[in-house]
């Protein structure tokens, strides 16, 4: 089974005008000559939206993937975009998810993804959708302007620690705002006090191969409920990962293979404090496609490099940490797959 911690889904509505130039403006300097921000404005958004998740569950089906959790992203008053909000309010945006988990149920899981300087309003919409729309936890976009050791976000940990859910924060670079605030460090603090009643997810392990993946292993060595999770590794390590799939590019098998033996060695749970995840659609289905059947079949490929991956391991980082730690229901996941 394999189970993903960490994908995206959107509609138009639910971005706000600073992320799509945001978008944009990366799109239009990847090849010379450069374009402008308002040309790849039309021609850079259309293959994001996806309403109801349709396209997304064809790719997961078509790539072996069992069942997804959908963490949004809180792009709204972004710093130095204050006002700058979607069509949809954050409030519609989560309860428009969480009907999608509803109507997807065993396939489709969702957070809620808030932003903690919308100050009481954020704890609310947390509580209500946990207990009453069936959101599975809290998700955490740093970039946007704090950092997840502020004060600010405690009133959130301290909800979920009360409703019993994870919290999921981005750890790393990202196509936001400013990444100072998402280094792993940041963490540390809040999982230590919060140890006792509260799972972190480091969303992207701070970054793949290249990025910030040995200093987020430093912050979590001592302190195992920060949990490692993989979103976005993956274009790190499948050729022309970021530029799509072009030939000239090398694979990063080896080195990844050697990263997890690195990580799974110095975290207090080892293979348990790992989950699988892809942070789709932000790179190409080939990519995804090869990602996946790296984790799959783990134990073969990763001895043909001299490593030991037992299945169990495997199956610890595909699903089974995730199932635990967000409270998802394999027979249910099971049973969706067999209609
Ligand atoms: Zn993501």
Redesign the pocket.
């Known amino acids: 089974m394999l189970i993903d911690a960490?994908v995206?889904v959107w509609i138009r509505e639910m971005i706000p005008n600073w992320f799509l130039r945001s978008m944009a403006w990366r799109e239009a300097r990847k090849e010379l000559p450069f374009g402008t921000v308002e040309e790849w404005l039309e021609k850079s958004r259309p293959q994001y939206w996806d309403p109801g998740a349709e396209r997304w569950l064809k790719v997961m089906e078509d790539c072996g993937i069992d069942a997804c959790v959908n963490?949004p992203n809180d792009l709204g008053g972004a710093e130095g975009f204050a006002g700058d909000e979607a069509p949809m309010s954050i409030k519609e945006i989560n309860q428009e998810y969480c009907e999608w988990a509803k109507r997807l149920k065993g396939k489709f899981y969702t957070f809620i993804g808030v932003n903690p300087l919308r100050g009481k309003a954020a704890v609310e919409l947390l509580e209500k959708g946990v207990k009453q729309w069936g959101a599975r936890g809290l998700k955490l976009l740093p970039h946007t302007g704090f950092y997840p050791s502020d004060r600010i976000c405690y009133p959130l940990y301290e909800k979920c620690a009360e409703l019993g859910v994870p919290v999921n924060i981005h750890t790393g670079a990202g196509t936001f705002r400013y990444s100072k605030y998402a280094h792993p460090i940041h963490l540390e603090q809040p999982a230590m006090d919060f140890r006792r009643d509260l799972e972190f997810i480091a969303?992207h392990a701070g970054g793949g191969i290249g990025e910030l993946w040995e200093e987020m292993c430093t912050v979590a060595r001592y302190v195992p409920n920060i949990n490692l999770e993989l979103?976005?590794v993956a274009p790190t390590v499948i050729r022309g990962g970021f530029r799509g799939n072009k030939g000239k590019y090398k694979d990063h098998i080896p080195q990844f293979i050697d990263m997890l033996d690195i990580m799974r060695n110095m975290l207090i749970g080892g293979c348990a404090n790992i989950i699988f995840g892809t942070?789709m659609p932000t790179y190409p289905v080939e990519v995804l496609k090869e990602w996946c059947d790296l984790f799959k079949n783990l134990p073969a490929i990763a001895a043909q490099y001299g490593y030991d991956f037992s299945q169990e391991e495997v199956d610890l980082m595909c699903y089974r940490n995730a199932a635990r730690i967000i409270k998802l229901d394999l027979d249910e996941i099971k049973k969706a797959g067999q209609k």
Request: charged share 15%; proline share 0%.
């Open positions: 960490h995206h963490v969303a979103a976005q942070d």
